[in-house]
Structures are given as C-alpha cells and as structure tokens.
C-alpha cells in the first residue's frame, strides 16, 4: 500500500504532503532528517508513512512494535513559530481527539493520559487495553524554527495479538470485527486534525474550548482513580479535569490538587 488515495483525498489541505516507505527504522528519526534539510516551503507540514519500523518507541524511549502492514506508522511535522508555545503542547491532544471521532473507529477509542488511544474495558477482565500511542518531540532546526513532530502508531489489521500482549493491546480490526482500510482512517485523521483542530490551536483570539470539551468527552482517564508514576515517586488519586494546556489535574489521598505535565498513568479498578 503507497497511500495514494489517502494524499489524493488530502490534496489542497495543510497535510497534502504525504510521503511513504515501506520499511524504515523510525518515521520519526526519517521526518526528523528531512525537517532539518531545506526544501520547498519551510512552514509547510509534511507527512511520512512506513509499512514496518524496526526501530519505533513511544513514551520513556519503550519499544513500539508491530506486523508488516498492519499498523499506521505515521509522523507528522508541523513547523509551530506560528503557534503560541502554550498551544504547541495541545498537538498531541489534537490528535489523539482526530484519531479517537474518526467515523472509521465507529467510537472504539477513548484517549488515556497524556497520549495513549485504548479501548476501554476491552480486557477480559474489564481493563482498558491500548490500540495506539503518540509521541510528541519539539526541535529547533536552522532555516525552518521549531518544528513538532507527531508519532503515531496505531494497531489497525493484526492478524492476532501476540500472547505476551493479549493482556494489554488490542487491534481496531478485532473491536470492529471487520479489517479497516487504513487509507480512509489516514485521511479522516489528517482531514480532522489539519481543517478542525489547527485552526482552533492558531485562532489567537479565543481560547481552545472547543477543542478542550472534545477531548474530555473522549476522556479515558477523567473521573477515574489511577495511579500516576512520577519520576520520583508515585501518586494515588481521582483524575478530575485537563487544564488549558493539556495538564492532568489529580486530587490525591490527600484531598490535594495536583497538576501534572508529566507522569505514566495507571488506571486502578474500583475496590
């Protein structure tokens, strides 16, 4: 699959830039290369597609894996000197809200905090269980400004899920019961993210609510009790609310309001 429908279907919109190979380590390292070589329009987003990485991550540098074809293996790079610096960190929520209404997911999806797509309750034992992350890197490149760019993977066609994964992954394949082109989901997703969702994050006139209320309601993690590993420590408490600029707010066992920009969240179950 070169994703030639998905770049025709995305023609004279911000992502219209699609490019695609079938194998590579990371798209994120391969947008990366590209971002900081001069071409064309320096404010100009761009999108890179792989079949199969050999080399892909998520948060805390985890290894992201997954079956030929079977996955979206994309990165999107988005020149933000446009963007006020508190909205650059709405891009991955942006996203995740993109993926999570896209009508090919048929409302499978709920986003958890900070940046993974899961279905929840989806586990034999009524845990939520991941279909997809996002990665969010910032870099400064010379001739081009900071630059952001948005990794995602998304477990779309598996053929099965692994024994060593079926407690914790899913595949939107299984949850839909039918294979799911992933063309049309690519093309939904950009569509959503590039005429919804940017120009609410570059309206510096008005704050994003829109975009904040769309992605509470597909909240996850709100209203739950979780535990947020910390880097050095760890927090117990109910998720109550998502901050103007995409913070968790948690009210631990202590009864005291925190704000979170950074930490793993568990979702516990009610005793």
């Known amino acids: 699959m070169t994703f030639h429908h998905a770049k025709a279907a995305l023609l004279g919109t911000m992502f219209a830039d699609v490019r695609w190979v079938a194998s590579t380590g990371s798209t ?3 947008m990366l290369d590209l971002m900081a070589t001069p071409h064309g329009d320096p404010s100009a987003a761009v999108v890179m597609l792989a079949e199969y990485q050999s080399a ?3 948060r805390l540098d985890r290894k992201w894996s997954a079956p030929a074809g079977a996955s979206i293996l994309m990165t999107i790079g ?3 000197d446009s963007l006020l610096p508190e909205r650059r960190t709405l891009l991955t929520s942006a996203l995740a809200i993109s993926v999570a209404s896209a009508p090919s997911v048929a409302g499978q999806l709920s986003i958890k905090w900070p940046n993974d797509l899961v279905a929840v309750g989806s586990g034999a034992d009524g845990t939520d269980r991941k279909v997809g992350g996002i990665l969010a890197e910032l870099h400064s490149l010379p001739g081009r400004g900071d630059v952001v ?10 053929p099965e899920i692994p024994e060593e994964l079926e407690p914790i992954a899913e595949s939107l ?6 294979e799911v082109d992933r063309e049309q989901l690519v093309a939904e997703v950009l569509l959503a993210l590039g005429t919804r969702w940017m120009p609410v994050l570059s309206d510096r006139t008005s704050a994003p609510t829109e975009l904040l209320v769309a992605y509470r309601e597909r909240s996850a993690t709100l209203g ?3 535990r947020v590993e910390l880097p050095t420590a760890e927090l117990f408490g109910t998720a109550t609310e998502i901050t103007a600029t995409g913070e968790l707010v948690v009210v631990d066992d202590q009864n005291v309001e925190r704000v979170l920009s950074v930490g793993d969240v568990v979702h516990l179950r009610p005793t």
């Open 149 to 158: 760019l948005l990794g995602i993977g998304l477990n779309v066609n598996w």
């Open 56 to 58: 892909g991550r998520g």
């Open 173 to 178: 394949n299984r949850l839909l019961g039918a």
């Open 224 to 226: 739950r009790r979780v």
């Open 78 to 80: 988005i020149p933000v």
């Open 28 to 30: 994120n390292k391969d």
